[in-house]
């Protein structure tokens, strides 16, 4: 809704720049890791997933890195465009527990 | 949205009453959850439900109510006991199939609830 994203850290870049936004995630235990896109008004969507036994994933113009050492996440987007600019949420899981979601970054594209 | 659809998108609730949020999916999903979202903060949970007639309380269950009488829908009462209640509300569901929540939800549009 128009509440999402008042204060939350903003991340600027220029149409056609690559993007990446990170997450610190707080269970050591969490092994199941997704990153969701929401748009003003709208219900968070699904960007892409990666699980505990792997460092690295990679979708349609997104990679998502984990970083289980430092319990790091990001999530790079290469060319971002002006569709892109939303508020960007993390959210971990460990098997026998319910996902946790971080506060979220707002990404900004300029022309 | 995914198949998941929630009503109304605005909402508004006067002192000391009662209001109730929809949620619909078709799915097929056994589990279905309900989420509270504040500016500055992540989502938290308020209930969830696993499966048709049962459901848990989530991390802010006071001052709210759910059922799940039927495996598409899960309501969400916002009573008068909860003090704060403006707040975007997010309803999801999953397929409940990997472990108790891992596996990645689908969301709702939201309903934006305010105080009158």
């Known amino acids: 809704g128009e509440s999402v994203g008042l204060h939350l850290p903003t991340l600027s870049v220029q149409e056609g720049d690559n993007s990446i936004i990170n997450c610190a995630y707080s269970?050591?235990?969490?092994?199941?890791f997704i990153w969701y896109k929401q748009e003003s008004g709208k219900g968070p969507q699904f960007i892409i997933d990666?699980?505990?036994?792997?460092d690295k994933r990679q979708g349609q113009r997104v990679t998502v890195l984990l970083n289980k050492t430092v319990k790091h996440l990001s999530l790079q987007i290469a060319a971002t465009q002006p569709g892109d600019s939303a508020v960007y949420f993390c959210?971990?899981?460990?098997?026998?527990?319910?996902?946790?979601f971080g506060t979220g970054t707002r990404l900004q594209v300029f022309p | 949205d995914g198949g998941i659809t929630q009503s109304p998108k605005y909402l508004f609730r006067k002192e000391g009453q009662n209001v109730t949020l929809s949620c619909e999916q078709n799915?097929?999903?056994?589990?279905m959850y309900w989420y509270r979202q504040d500016p500055g903060q992540g989502l938290r949970l308020i209930y969830y439900?696993?499966?048709?007639?049962?459901?848990q309380k989530g991390d802010i269950a006071e001052g709210y109510s759910v059922s799940r009488e039927k495996k598409e829908s899960f309501p969400l009462t916002v009573t008068s006991a909860q003090k704060n209640p403006t707040a975007f509300y997010l309803c999801?569901?999953?397929?409940?199939?990997?472990?108790?929540?891992?596996?990645?939800?689908?969301f709702g549009s939201g309903t934006q609830l305010s105080v009158l």
């Open positions: 990666i699980r505990s036994n792997m």
């Open positions: 269970n050591s235990a969490s092994d199941y």
């Open positions: 439900s696993q499966i048709v007639n049962d459901f």
């Open positions: 999801a569901s999953s397929t409940g199939t990997g472990g108790e929540t891992n596996e990645k939800l689908f």
């Open positions: 959210a971990e899981n460990a098997l026998t527990d319910k996902l946790i």
């Open positions: 799915l097929n999903h056994d589990a």
